[in-house]
């Protein structure tokens, strides 16, 4: 994977501008524990992953290997299979939605980004990512 793909995967998770709004998985339980989210997460076809926290609702995301990028999160929320947080890199902040889509999967996209004429925006439009978990 080049680093403009890996740039992109990367941006889908991490910022992007206002995205589609994705339908939510029908067949996916909305009953989830903390432990559910809880581990290290990478994104498919990448080396990029993060360590995800969730304690009382609390969406907590750290850099367990961000491919040089510079990024930070706030604390985000969870309810059931959903979870959002907001996401900043290179003066661009995003607010990041994720779905558990099975059992150690699931999708993130942004539902927004601003200033949505920054390139970083530009280039995750309408795209989204998915992650795997690795380790509990």
């Known amino acids: 994977m080049d680093k403009l793909q890996s ?32 581990g290290t997460w990478i994104a498919d076809g990448t080396l990029f992953s993060i360590a995800v926290t969730v304690t009382d609702n609390e969406f907590k995301v750290d850099e367990v290997q961000s491919l040089g990028f ?35 999967t699931a999708i993130a996209y942004a539902a927004t980004c601003l200033p949505a004429f920054m390139v970083v925006c530009a280039l995750a439009k309408d795209r989204q990512a998915a992650f795997t978990r690795i380790e509990n």
């Open 7 to 38: 740039f992109s995967v990367l941006m889908t998770l991490v910022l992007t501008c206002l995205t589609f709004p994705p339908t939510w998985s029908q067949t996916a339980s909305t009953e989830t524990n903390p432990s559910d989210w809880t």
């Open 70 to 104: 510079v990024w930070s999160a706030k604390l985000g929320s969870v309810e059931g299979n959903r979870a959002t947080i907001e996401v900043t890199y290179l003066g661009a902040t995003a607010l990041i939605a994720a779905e558990l889509t099975g059992d150690g």
